[in-house]
């Protein structure tokens, strides 16, 4: 059965979605899986980009962006970022910066939805959690 994590921050802050993003990425390359980050633009997928590789000086993530890792080795490539229109489908986890349900989703064992603590951004997760319990979703619920 798939899986979808809700973690619902403290701060008010995007910011803070992709710093949580990050801690999410190093923690699932510890336990071996492959995450695709989706993030809402281009431009939103290079500031992921570049936060992952300074977020944490003694981390070392390997990552690129999704249609740039043609000329590296699939072994190599642990996560993927992308935004609509440039997304994959390659990972165990789906890491969803996005307002919307992305359309790859089916093809993960495990979402995580980051939640900023603000009211529309909690209710676009509400919708959320209920397309991923529609679709038959185990989900749970972290406070962060």
């Known amino acids: 059965m798939s899986q979808a994590d809700f973690y619902i921050l403290k701060e008010a802050e995007d910011e803070q979605r992709f710093f949580v993003a990050c801690r999410l990425t190093e923690k699932a390359m510890a ?50 970022i992308g935004y609509e229109g440039n997304a994959s489908t390659k990972g165990q986890l789906l890491i969803n910066l996005c307002d919307k349900v992305p359309d790859e989703h089916e093809n993960f064992d495990r979402i995580a939805e980051i939640v900023p603590n603000r009211e529309e951004a909690k209710a676009i997760s509400r919708e959320h959690w209920n ?14």
Do not use: C
């Open 31 to 80: 336990q071996g899986l492959k995450v695709y980050i989706h993030t809402a633009s281009e431009q939103s997928a290079q500031d992921m980009d570049d936060l992952l590789w300074s977020f944490k000086p003694e981390s070392f993530i390997p990552h690129t962006i999704v249609g740039l890792e043609d000329n590296m080795d699939d072994e190599e490539i642990h996560v993927l």
């Open 131 to 144: 397309t991923y319990k529609t679709l038959g979703f185990e989900l749970k619920h972290h406070q962060m």
